[in-house]
């Protein structure tokens, strides 16, 4: 039998905030407004791009040049190879040929699009088997993805990483209770859960069941 692939790593260049931080720009917990505020955008997708700016400055290419959109699709063609952040920015430079978006993140009637996301998630799988990659990283990309292509998801869904970002941002990750709880607060609209900042969602838990009204 074929061994199977060993998955590179990524997204462990670039220093992760140890705590949940206050975005200078929007007042939010920093990571919650990915699509509306440039820091917040900028704290996450600096994760992704670190490991990308060392593989442009490896192979001695441009940013922003034609080399550097050749070498996109050359990731995404052979991603195999390939960390699941250098996947991700690879996607972000490729058009989609049927409807014109971001491969992946396109029309939620794409077909392209939807096949280039679930065949995303088979790395996932085989990296997190191989401890190659953590629970948290995994999350941190779904999170993402959630929050870039947010039209390809449910309103509760986004609204439901826009609240754990910033904690999985500081490296965190909510239990399966905690996950189910947060989803039903969620889906039932009983909870402001962006009324205040919250360090781990042990916090955040602790601070609904104390104050929510039945």
């Keep these: 039998m074929r061994e199977r692939l060993k998955r590179p790593s990524g997204g462990r260049l670039y220093q992760r905030p140890d705590k949940v931080e206050i975005c200078r720009s929007c007042g939010a917990p920093i990571g919650r407004n990915y699509k509306e505020c440039k820091s917040c955008y900028n704290a996450i997708e600096n994760i992704w791009l670190s490991d990308w700016n060392e593989l442009i400055q490896k192979e001695n290419i441009s940013q922003g040049s034609e080399e550097e959109k050749l070498l996109a699709h050359i990731v995404f063609e052979q991603q195999d190879r390939y960390s699941w952040t250098l996947v991700d920015i690879a996607m972000t430079m490729i058009h989609c040929d049927t409807c014109g ?97 919250y360090q781990n969602f042990e916090e955040a838990y602790i601070d609904v069941i104390n104050n929510i009204k039945e």
């Design 101 to 197: 978006g971001e491969i992946g993140g396109g029309e939620l009637e794409c077909l392209d699009c939807k096949f280039a996301f679930e065949n995303l998630w088979g790395y996932d799988v085989e990296a997190m088997n191989q401890g190659i990659m953590t629970e948290n990283e995994h999350a941190l990309r779904v999170g993402r993805r959630v929050l870039r292509h947010s039209h390809r998801q449910k309103k509760n869904i986004v609204k439901s990483w826009k609240f754990s970002m910033p904690i999985v941002l500081a490296n965190e990750l909510p239990s399966n209770r905690q996950a189910g709880f947060f989803k039903k607060i969620i889906d039932e609209n009983k909870f402001d859960l962006s009324s205040k900042v």
